[in-house]
T-cell receptor, first 112, second 113 residues
Framework: QQPVQSPQAVILREGEDAVINCSSS?????VHWYRQKHGEAPVFLMILLKGGEQKGHDKISASFNEKKQQSSLYLTASQLSYSGTYFCGTESSGAGSYQLTFGKGTKLSVIP | EAGVTQSPTHLIKTRGQQATLRCSPI?????VYWYQQALGLGLQFLLW???????NRGNFPPRFSGRQFPNYSSELNVNALELEDSALYLC????????????FGEGSRLTVL
């Protein structure tokens, strides 16, 4: 079942912060975040495993609330290069899943 | 190191025809995943191959099929094309049978007229 992402789209000015949410109706083993720039392949950002950990690199971080089956991606002090569509991919608990189900994406536009 | 490569880049077909898309994974990767990216629908999971076997398939009709070759490259076949099959088809590879980082190719754009 496809995870639900919100918001669908957001416009930011450089330097502003944004939060993108991803929620699932199924128990999750992991959540993955990808960014796809226009006309390019999706690129991996990070994986979060169940356990409620928070990860990040540079000014992009994410959290995973296993009990709520939710993950949030935090973008702070946004840069023009952050523009693109962000996808969360969820891996459901249970042996043999080993595949990601992606949300419909959140289109982020950063303007000067 | 070469990334995931897909061919053709663009493909135009008419309704009822068949399309074949190809994917070469990163060297050493044994798992290949196919996703359909239609406008507004995100990445829809199609098929997963690992070590030459089909491990799982998404909620698509049987006219979507594929295979993985001994060198781990893969092809996706779509028979009896319909207009709604028009989409970007993305291939991704990973190094094992655990859902780790996926490396995506740039996709094959299929247009059905």
């Amino acid at each position: 079942q496809q995870p639900v992402q919100s918001p669908q789209a957001v416009i930011l000015r450089e330097g502003e912060d944004a939060v993108i949410n991803c929620s699932s109706s199924k128990a999750l083993y992991s959540v993955h975040w990808y960014r796809q720039k226009h006309g390019e392949a999706p690129v991996f950002l990070m994986i979060l495993l169940k356990g409620g950990e928070q990860k990040g690199h540079d000014k992009i971080s994410a959290s995973f609330n296993e009990k709520k089956q939710q993950s949030s991606l935090y973008l702070t002090a946004s840069q023009l290069s952050y523009s693109g569509t962000y996808f969360c991919g969820t891996e459901s608990s249970g042996a043999g899943s080993y595949q990601l189900t992606f949300g419909k994406g959140t289109k982020l536009s950063v303007i000067p | 190191e070469a990334g995931v490569t897909q061919s053709p880049t663009h493909l135009i077909k008419t309704r009822g025809q068949q399309a074949t898309l190809r994917c070469s994974p990163i060297s050493g990767h044994t798992s290949v995943y196919w996703y359909q990216q239609a406008l507004g629908l995100g990445l829809q999971f199609l098929l997963w191959y690992d070590e030459g076997e089909e491990r799982n398939r998404g909620n698509f009709p049987p006219r979507f099929s594929g295979r993985q070759f001994p060198n781990y490259s893969s092809e996706l076949n779509v028979n009896a094309l319909e207009l709604e099959d028009s989409a970007l088809y993305l291939c991704a590879s990973s190094s094992g049978n655990v859902a780790g980082e996926l490396f995506f190719g740039e996709g094959s754009r299929l247009t059905v007229l």
